[in-house]
């Protein structure tokens, strides 16, 4: 049996150092005393983010509607701390500041729109199903642009290659090592570094129309208002952007991932002509309790009532959501376009997976970029940084009852278990479900068969939500919760006993803003075995 090199963790209750802890005893006090410090009114931060840049092109109001659905979701439903309140409020200003630097580029520059894209690889799949090993193996290709974490949270100006001196990847090293400080059993879910190859959901933020959003933050409503949104427009945003990072470095093709595109691969090829994508597939039994357990941190950084029953009830039914979003799109798409990986293969044998991928898309694989997959292989060993243990239980979720959900959509991922397997190293695999079929591209003959015609429910209808009334507030308008299967629970937290390090960190702050700095970057949407 391979050793685990990190910790094991299990989430308990949100973790609370003694900082956190003071930031949020002290919030009341700053409410009443500086209460824009924590206002998360659309229009409000409009204004900060114009008089803080001093630029004043938004690009138009296409952002407003997600901006005021994220507001309101926020404010009734996430029962934010103070300090999750200052967190929200610096990343929706974030999102704003964004949206007023790029205005400004494409204004001064405007031959950065008129640039060719080439044509991306695109990995979706659901969280847990390989895709963050996959762009990591994919991102040793010297061929390849990749999105940093530093570029996605901050994509303009656009970046040089080989400035190492960016200010804004000090920035991101900041906000990571606050994430690390906050919520430090994210570490074992899920790997970040300001130049790590990141999910492109990051740059839908710059739209407010991202999933990470829902993900960090309990908002169903925000769910719901992306899920039934017109996602087009934003995926011509998205494009856009990566124009705009391009502009100083283009490569031969971009390599893409975020589980996000599994709702919108219509869309998604649509605005990025020629794409390539790559689904990766493992059983859904084995996905959702890892996803939920990361939200569940995440949202434990802003909030001290972190429901863990409710958010399997909100995700369960979503992500067979984006499953059958992506089997109607591929039965109505060329073939050619996809390439299928199954998990346990990817995990068996990486580089084998690798080859078929690019024999699929008919692509050279150099051994320049072979040798440096290997090395990235040698180099990081799975459950590095520790193992988080969960379990579908922990979040309210029945096996039974989500097998029936998903029977029908994992068409991949038969029912037989096959017994545990060893990888190249040795190290002995759980078990886990696996298709007979192969990597390459499905024949015309196992495509699935197209719609009738019937017209489809619509998302809430099949997700069982009902559909509130949107009351209207001034100029936002507010969306509140009504879901059916939602349960409102408030448990109370026992914050953890505060460590030697915590208090000298406490007792070094010396203003407001160091007790509360600018809120951390997350990527939440997948976590990865390797």
């Excluded at 991932?257 to 493992?282: I, M, N």
């Excluded at 979720?397 to 029936?404: G, I, K, Q, S």
Aim: with cysteine.
């Amino acid at each position: 049996m391979a050793t685990i090199a990190g910790p094991v963790r299990h989430f308990d209750r949100p973790h609370r150092p003694l900082p956190l802890r003071a930031a949020n005893g002290v919030g009341p006090l700053v409410q009443r005393l500086r209460p824009s410090l924590l206002s998360l009114d659309p229009a409000e931060l409009e204004e900060t983010a114009r008089q803080g840049t001093g630029l004043d092109d938004l690009g138009g109001v296409a952002h407003r509607p997600g901006l005021q659905a994220l507001a309101a979701s926020l404010q009734s439903e996430a029962r934010l701390t103070p300090a999750g309140r200052y967190f929200a409020r610096g990343q929706m200003l974030n999102s704003l500041v964004n949206r007023l630097r790029l205005e400004q580029t494409w204004a001064q520059t405007p031959a950065i729109l008129h640039g060719a894209l080439p044509a991306p690889i695109v990995i979706i799949g659901l969280p847990r199903t390989g895709t963050t090993l996959l762009q990591h193996l994919l991102a040793q290709d010297p061929a390849h642009r990749v999105l940093r974490n530093w570029e996605a949270t901050s994509p303009a100006p656009p970046p040089r290659p080989g400035d190492d001196d960016d200010p804004r990847i000090a920035a991101s090293e900041r906000g990571m090592k606050l994430l690390d400080y906050l919520a430090p059993d994210a570490r074992a879910l899920h790997p970040v570094a300001p130049t790590l190859p990141t999910e492109c959901v990051t740059l839908f933020s710059n739209s407010c129309a991202s999933l990470e959003l829902a993900t960090i933050n309990f908002i169903p409503s925000y769910l719901r208002f992306c899920l039934e949104t017109d996602m087009a427009p934003h995926y011509d945003y998205f494009r856009r952007q990566l124009l705009t990072l391009q502009w100083h470095d283009p490569r031969e093709r971009w390599l893409l991932k975020s589980p996000a595109h599994l709702f919108w691969v219509g869309e998604l090829l649509d605005a990025l002509p020629g794409a390539r994508v790559v689904q990766t597939h493992r059983d859904p039994l084995d996905v959702l309790a890892s996803f939920c357990s990361l939200s569940a941190v995440l949202c434990g950084i802003g909030s001290d009532h972190v429901d863990q029953q409710a958010l399997g009830e909100l995700w369960a039914p979503v992500w067979a959501e984006g499953l059958e979003r992506t089997r109607a799109v591929r039965a109505a798409r060329p073939d050619d376009r996809f390439v299928d990986v199954d998990y346990p293969d990817l995990i068996g044998d990486p580089l084998g997976t690798v080859r078929r991928i690019y024999a699929g898309f008919d692509l050279e694989l150099t051994s320049v970029a072979e040798a440096g997959m290997q090395r990235y292989l040698d180099e990081h060993p799975q459950h590095g940084a520790g193992v988080h243990r969960y379990t579908l239980e922990q979040f309210g979720l029945d096996r039974a009852t989500e097998a029936a959900r998903f029977a029908h959509l994992a068409a991949r991922t038969d029912a037989r278990r096959r017994p545990p397997r060893r990888d190249p190293i040795g190290v002995r695999r759980t078990r886990s479900a696996r298709s007979d079929a192969r990597i390459t591209p499905r024949r015309p003959t196992d495509r699935p068969r197209r719609s009738t015609g019937t017209a489809r429910a619509s998302t809430s209808d099949r997700l069982g939500w009902a559909r509130p009334e949107v009351p209207k507030r001034g100029r936002a308008v507010t969306q509140t919760a009504n879901f059916t299967t939602m349960r409102d629970r408030d448990r109370s937290v026992r914050p953890r006993t505060e460590t030697a390090k915590s208090r000298r960190t406490w007792l070094s702050s010396r203003s407001l803003s160091a007790i509360w700095p600018p809120a951390p970057t997350v990527h939440a949407l997948d976590m990865h075995s390797h």
